[in-house]
């Protein structure tokens, strides 16, 4: 192992690390009382801001920034809801036990938090979600140990919980919808700013009890793992290959385009996936960053025997046939003028 390599420890490492970069990252499907079927994505980024390359943001006063992204598909209507907000303020912790504690103020007049109630229990409140969330196993460590080498220089640390159960209620424009479903957790940090990479993900939950988590990272090298969490709780890590099918959507937003089906082989599993999306329009934007993210259907061939189930994809560094930064200045302006001033008042009263 590098000398940076330090074991993941709970719950010490569920908070926030000095670190460039750092995500705390939630998906999943929930289905109301009629059955309809949502799919929802929430991420909370603490990035250090003269390390991390965020050219827009560089006029804040801040050592770190932090910012929320989050998304919620109505599958059955195929309407897709994405929320930005593009700096977030962050409030003190209340409790001092050594859970974890992230309370901010993004999307105004909320006060939106993520809250660790117990081990691996977690309350999600935001502008348009307000679920609770229990894990049902342990953490996943990718490649085993939680630590990953990308390339020299480019090392980060990464567990996931896989298998949450999840109730609560999403918003969808102006209608409070009950829900319940299963969710999936990422947290991972790094001292690297992520610019100019590109990569896919994956994130599949079967019915059999089985979850897979599985990428490919392209930087000047090309890295692609999957681990896998079977029902018992026992992990494995393996060599995938993934393949993009002829399916593909492309934005009108940016003109970039990004596949919409996938082949996941993992040989020495004995694992086939064939993954495609549920709805084609999932993308975000962030500064100069596009990303697609979104639900997806899965069948697999395990062993010979066939199952089905549910996951999710994120595609990250395709290229844009359009100005990122016109677009995104031009769609957020008025919130990053409001959190500024918000910025500005807070940091008055301290």
Not at 242 to 253: A, C, L, V
């Amino acid at each position: 192992m590098p000398d940076c390599f330090k074991p993941i420890r709970f719950p010490q490492d569920e908070l926030p690390h000095n670190k460039i970069i750092e995500w705390w990252y939630f998906n999943g499907h929930l289905w109301d009382e009629h059955k309809n079927h949502y799919a929802f994505m929430y991420a909370f980024f603490k990035a250090d801001l003269k390390r991390v390359k965020l050219p827009w943001l560089k006029i804040l006063p801040v050592k770190n920034i932090y910012f929320e992204h989050s998304m919620i598909s109505d599958v059955k209507n195929n309407k897709f809801q994405a929320t930005i907000s593009p700096f977030c303020l962050l409030l003190p912790k209340k409790s001092k036990r050594p859970l974890l504690s992230l309370r901010y103020l993004g999307q105004l007049p909320n006060v939106s938090f993520l809250q660790e109630t117990k081990p691996f229990s977690y309350r999600l409140k935001t502008k348009n979600l307000d679920l609770t969330l229990t894990s049902a196993k342990k953490p996943l460590l990718e490649n085993q140990t939680g630590f990953i080498k990308l390339k020299p220089g480019r090392e980060t640390w990464y567990y996931s919980l896989t298998d949450l159960a999840a109730s609560g209620e999403i918003r969808i424009g102006k209608k409070t919808v009950k829900v319940a479903g299963q969710s999936w957790h990422d947290h991972q940090w790094a001292d690297a700013p992520y610019e100019n990479d590109y990569w896919l993900w994956f994130s599949v939950q079967l019915e059999n009890g089985m979850e897979i988590i599985c990428f490919e990272y392209v930087r000047e090298i090309k890295k692609r793992l999957a681990t896998v969490m079977y029902k018992n709780c026992a992990q494995k890590t393996f060599d995938v290959e993934i393949i993009p099918g002829k399916n593909s959507w492309t934005s009108p937003q940016t003109g970039a385009s990004y596949p919409q089906e996938w082949e996941i082989i993992i040989p020495k599993g004995k694992i086939k996936l064939v993954v495609n999306s549920l709805n084609k329009n999932q993308e975000m934007i962030y500064g100069l960053i596009n990303y697609w993210e979104g639900g997806l259907s899965v069948k697999a061939e395990i062993a010979g025997e066939k199952i089905k189930g549910l996951g999710f994809a994120e595609l990250v560094g395709l290229p844009a046939a359009k100005n990122l930064i016109e677009i995104f200045s031009s769609k957020f302006k008025r919130e990053f003028d409001r959190s500024l001033e918000r910025l500005k008042i807070a940091k008055g009263r301290q």
